[in-house]
Nanobody, 128 residues
Framework: QVQLVESGGGLVQAGGSLRLSCAAS????????MGWFRQAPGKEREFVAA??????????YYADSVKGRFTISRDNAKNTVYLQMNSLKPEDTAVYYC???????????????????WGQGTQVTISS
């Protein structure tokens, strides 16, 4: 069982930055692929970024809409995954969720169905 707690959301102006954190419980954090998803009002939850566990190369993947602006990283010693968000746009406004899975296939870890554990979400609001 893995428990995830996100933090770092807030209100920022367009062009600004935020860093989200997701603290995970459990001693096997380093064995999980970690992902970030977001859900805007009236929309489905969508993939943002993922980072594989180290044994699978620790590769990172991004949605096209955030590529070049967002960076996912992890600190296995702290059981924490981060999402650095730069050049934020109003369309980035959403609730951001952290998720964990033991899976590592790209086609799976870029979908909500690929994840077994979810955090409660943190609100990110970007003003224009």
């Amino acid at each position: 069982q893995v428990q995830l707690v996100e933090s770092g959301g807030g209100l920022v102006q367009a062009g600004g930055s935020l860093r989200l954190s997701c603290a995970a419980s459990g001693r096997t954090f380093s064995s999980y692929t970690m992902g970030w998803f977001r859900q805007a009002p009236g929309k489905e939850r969508e993939f943002v970024a993922a980072i594989r566990w180290s044994g699978s190369g620790g590769n990172t993947y991004y949605a096209d809409s955030v590529k070049g602006r967002f960076t996912i990283s992890r600190d296995n010693a702290k059981n924490t995954v981060y999402l650095q968000m730069n050049s934020l746009k109003p369309e980035d406004t959403a609730v951001y969720y952290c998720a964990a899975t033991i899976r590592s296939i790209i086609a799976v870890i870029t979908t909500t169905r690929g994840y077994d554990y979810w955090g409660q979400g943190t609100q990110v609001t970007i003003s224009s």
